[in-house]
């Protein structure tokens, strides 16, 4: 029961703070301020969940591990993995700051245990080619317990009907010449609302490589052949309703897949995969001023495999995988003065996995679930001069229910919660912050993490 109680206190901290946000007396909003915006966004939700698919090859396991598309789970994570990423990453202003500027580059790095850092960066570039025409690139490092990614984008695009539509194609660049994926699609943006549909194909030089190019087996043992090519469909949607209201919609389906993964070197080696992937976020947010916004979220991921092994493929390769995450959230931001604000956000996460094998004899089957309350809580003190000072509360409480779809260091069902002290500058368009932890818990030192941000 006390850790019942310990987690109703801590929603209950996060609402508070958020009530009495909005209840305060206006003021004005800081000048020159790019590292506090009154709004929130999906748009890095929305970006993860797609290179989880664009960039199987980016997975920490890899592309045809048996682990699945999500890899949400990892042997060497511990019981306050996710709290450690939640500590590090940017804030709600500083990500929606993100997503308003064409050139920039951006870090955060934090410690997961004495030995390792889970780490973020993302530079992007746009540039103006004349005659309605421009280029742009983006580089994501992503080094997490999910993800080993170094992507690049490279795209282009043209500006159609007196800049209200823009016409794009873009495609990454990889080491992995078969893992290259190609996206055509047209952004609609008639005042403040910008509607984007696009259609990729992925892996599209996969069949050109591996069946008709093929691959000398001492550069790689393994091929893919596509008997049902991936291809996908996105939608993105921020509009604001109204004066006051804002909303933003996301999702993406990804086509049936089929494909036959085999050893180059032994035939029948191997095993036939049938995929899919599919997502699905939406924000609802209000800003009763220009100094606070509240806001609710809601997201829905799901990744399926059906794998069968080939005439020699081994037992273990026969089983459907179905992973699922789910997630519903409010937010709250607001500047009590020009010097001081408040930002925070709780929500509830459900994440579960299915693996069914149709012979039990060779391992169990798994129906884990876990549920868990995150949140992330800021104060945050900044002087005309750019210093800034951050207190914050920082928790998880989670429970799961099943085998683990992984051992990992320790369970995962664990209470977290940590205080977070951050200090930093910001120089007209650079912010860099540096913090430490202090694990309310046990009341000891938690790891610390650093931050920076560059728009130009």
């Known amino acids: 029961m006390l850790h019942l109680a310990i987690s109703f206190a801590r929603r209950r901290f996060a609402l508070g703070v958020a009530l009495a946000a909005l209840a305060a007396p206006p003021t004005s909003l800081a000048q020159d301020d790019t590292t506090f915006s009154a709004h929130a966004t999906l748009r890095g939700w929305e970006e993860q969940v797609r290179l ?3 960039d199987r090859g980016g997975s920490f396991h890899g592309r045809t591990s048996d682990l699945g ?48 850092l889970v780490r973020y960066g993302d530079f992007k570039a746009d540039v103006a080619l004349g005659a309605n025409w421009s280029a742009n690139t983006q580089f994501i490092h992503d080094q997490s317990l999910t ?66 190019l093929k691959v000398d ?31 933003e919609a996301y999702g993406l389906l990804m086509t049936p897949t089929t494909v036959v993964v085999e050893s180059q070197t032994q035939t029948g080696d191997g095993f036939q995969q049938d995929e899919r992937y599919g997502y699905a976020g939406g924000l609802l947010e209000w800003g009763p001023s220009r100094r606070s916004a509240v806001g609710s979220f809601a997201t829905w991921v799901s990744a399926s495999l059906d794998r ?23 937010f709250a931001i607001h500047q009590f003065d020009p010097h001081l604000s408040f930002e925070g956000w709780l929500a509830r996460v459900w994440r579960s996995e299915d693996r069914i094998r149709p012979d039990t004899t060779v391992a169990a089957n798994v129906d884990y679930e876990d549920r868990t309350w995150a949140g992330r809580n800021s104060l945050i003190y900044r002087t005309t001069r750019g210093f800034q000072a951050v207190l914050g509360l920082d928790f998880t409480s989670r429970w799961t229910s099943g085998p683990a779809p992984v051992p990992t260091l320790e369970p995962l069902n664990q209470d977290n919660a940590r205080l977070r002290a951050d200090i930093g500058w910001s120089f007209g368009h650079a912010l860099f912050v540096a913090g430490a932890n202090l694990d309310v818990d046990h009341f000891r030192f938690d790891g610390a993490h650093g931050r920076f941000a560059l728009y130009w």
Do not use: C
């Not at 990423?85 to 997961?112: P, T």
């Not at 873009?170 to 893992?179: F, I, R, S, V, Y």
């Open 52 to 54: 989880a698919v664009f």
């Open 217 to 247: 087996p001492a550069i790689a043992d393994t091929a893919l052949d596509y008997l049902a090519h991936p291809f996908s469909g996105r939608i993105a949607l921020s509009t604001p309703l109204g004066r006051r209201f804002r909303a």
């Open 69 to 116: 598309i999500l890899q949400r789970f990892n042997e060497q994570m511990d019981g306050e993995y996710s709290l450690d990423v939640i500590s590090s990453m940017f804030s709600l202003s500083e990500i929606y700051s993100w997503y308003q500027q064409n050139d920039g580059v951006r870090f955060w790095a934090g410690s997961i245990d004495h030995l390792q």
């Open 308 to 330: 069968r092994p080939l005439t020699n493929g081994r037992p273990e390769d026969a089983f459907d995988l179905t992973e699922a995450t789910w997630s519903v959230g409010l």
């Open 147 to 212: 993800t080993k990614r170094n992507l690049v984008w490279l795209g282009f695009a043209k500006t159609l009907g007196d800049g209200v539509y823009r016409a794009f194609l873009q495609a990454t660049l990889n080491a992995e010449k078969p893992e290259t994926d190609i996206e055509a699609g047209l952004m609609w943006k008639p005042g403040h609302t910008t509607l984007t549909m696009a259609f990729a194909a992925l892996d599209v030089f996969s069949d050109v490589v591996y069946q008709s």
